[in-house]
């Protein structure tokens, strides 16, 4: 069987429940609000990979959390994204860290390394932490005429703490995807 893969870092419920709060700010935006227990920082997606190598992704994530230390992010605007593209998201951006750089840096060195067949290349731009808070339903965010669209460029300040990451499933679904944590990879404490 073949399962939709990724590395990610879950939200505390307490960030959750703020970051929910924003779909109420734009109820007319023609987007698809990510549901509250799917916000997450991805990591490092790898496909679409069979039950044959879960255990070693599973080993490869834990092997680099235990060379990590716990950290803090700092999430501090809500904003369109991606910057300097046309704009396809609503996300919370987060402050850059050296210790999520890292640690994402490392997942993808560990994993291109592998014996695993990733479906994409390792990112060539540096990572911009990021949390997806809806997706634009572009044709109808185009029929809205660019000085009517909402500016969404507000400064937040949300701090959480980083103790795991997680290996994740996404199963694709009529009513949109959902998000299976298959294993905990505690960081070092």
Known sequence: MR???FIAINLPEEIKKKLIKFQS???DLPVRWTKKDNLHITLIFLGYLGDEELPEICKITKEVAQKHQSFSINLNKVCYGPPKKPSRMIWAEGKKSFELGKLQKDLENYFFSSSIKISKEPEARPYSTHITLARIKMWEFKQIEPEERPEINEE???TFEVNSIEIMESQ??????E???LESAPLKT
């Open 25 to 27: 700010k734009w109820p």
């Open 156 to 158: 937040i300040s949300l």
């Open 3 to 5: 399962h939709r893969i």
């Open 179 to 181: 998000y299976i944590v």
């Open 172 to 177: 694709l679904k009529k009513g949109g995807a």
